[in-house]
């Protein structure tokens, strides 16, 4: 008789759990959740997966892939709504199954962001979101630049948002941060077309022209609005120690993209998690020439692998060899961002955890074969024999 629930069973693959690796292990998932992990599993098998691992889905609390999604040239856009439906399938065969889409709250001159787009994308995710029509969870990282007035005011007016997951504290300024000088600063919107010198110009000296003070009163205040809410702050592109105390002492609770290694050592001593680019890490390097992820991993400081505009490269960053255990490197792109934003319920394979499962094949390039979300199975790319029909 049938029970009514359920019930999908995977064995045979290399399953990844929290205390290690279970070769020719098996996974059940029922109702939504993990049901069973282990070597046997009773009952029947639905699915084969000698030979493949089985991941956690991937949680990443910055990507903004949207943006090359909404403008895929200087001169194209794509409404935000169909941009949304692109990213998530392009989210999902990555193996992500919950994204934070980081949204730039920001006025610059290349129009690709605008406060009234970022409004616009994050209202929008939301509406897809709770839609029945996603594959993967999909949630809205404010980003709020502090130099402009009007991002905290929009920033601060959407930290109630059931979407929003996160939010995060940017100044980009040049000669602070990542960008070295004005010049490097330029290049990051310079497309050779559509920004004028004039505009350039315009928006460096209006960003270089707001005092300190202002910058850390807005912080504040963002701070204070954000954990009436229970919404977790990052610090963005923090340079040195004292930036990182200083935000640890106000409560911010992440630390993003540290361009040194000081900075991450500070914010690992201070208990923050410290959160890097993946595609630092598969590349080897930073391309604004900051801190290389894969130093500051082998110095024990980064606990978080976010995919920043590469989704892909959360998968690829499993596979770097950095002579840690495959259980380490994997949670730091499943369970250890999803508990830096309070989503305990999900990001491991272990009962009673959320049935979100990849199944990866190992190579000789990885790639993401099956993927569940709170155990539907939504994504297929299982090959399949070649059928002549002629």
Not at 14 to 25: C, L, N, Q
Not at 113 to 129: K, P, T
Not at 202 to 213: F, G, N, Y
């Amino acid at each position: 008789m049938s029970t009514g629930r359920e019930r999908t069973v995977l064995t045979g693959g290399r399953v990844v759990t929290p205390e290690g690796t279970i070769d020719g292990g098996a996974v059940a998932i029922e109702d939504g959740v993990f049901d069973a992990v282990g070597r046997r599993i009773h009952g029947a098998t639905n699915i084969d997966v000698s030979g493949k691992f089985l991941l956690p889905g991937f949680v990443d609390l910055h990507g903004d892939d949207i943006e090359r999604h909404l403008f895929p040239r200087a001169e194209d856009s794509v409404p935000p709504s169909r941009a949304i439906q692109i990213c998530d399938q392009a989210a999902i065969a990555a193996g992500v199954t919950t994204k934070c889409h980081a949204l730039a709250f920001e006025n610059t001159p290349d129009e690709n962001r605008s406060l009234e787009l970022a409004d616009q994308v994050a209202d929008g995710i939301a509406a897809f979101n709770s839609s029945g029509r996603a594959l993967s969870t999909h949630l809205v990282h404010l980003r709020c630049e502090l130099t402009s007035k009007a991002s905290v005011e929009r920033v601060c007016a959407r930290l109630d948002d059931d979407a929003v997951a996160l939010a995060s504290l940017v100044t980009h300024v040049p000669g602070e941060g990542q960008f070295d000088s004005p010049a490097e600063y330029a290049d990051r919107f310079d497309d050779g077309e559509s920004v004028s010198q004039e505009a350039m110009s315009e928006l460096v000296a209006q960003r270089t022209s707001v005092p300190d003070r202002t910058v850390r009163a807005r912080a504040l205040r963002l701070l204070a609005r954000a954990g009436n809410g229970d919404v977790p702050v990052a610090a963005h592109d923090c340079e040195d120690p004292a930036t990182v105390e200083r935000h640890a002492q106000a409560g911010v609770d992440i630390c993003e993209f540290p361009v040194s290694l000081s900075a991450a050592q500070t914010a690992s001593a201070a208990g923050m998690c410290a959160a890097m680019g993946a595609p630092n890490l598969v590349r080897g390097e930073s391309i604004w020439d900051n801190l290389s992820a894969r130093r500051a991993i082998d110095d024990g400081v980064v606990d978080v692998l976010c995919s920043d505009f590469r989704p892909q490269s959360l998968l690829a960053s499993v596979f770097v060899d950095t002579g840690e255990s495959l259980t380490t490197r994997v949670a730091r792109v499943t369970s250890a961002p999803a508990d830096a934003i309070g989503l305990t319920d999900r990001g491991r394979i272990e009962p009673g955890a959320r049935g979100d499962l990849i199944v990866v094949d190992p190579g000789p390039e990885p790639r993401v074969e099956r993927v569940f979300v709170a155990g539907k199975q939504v994504y297929d790319a299982t090959p399949r024999p070649f059928e002549d029909g002629s």
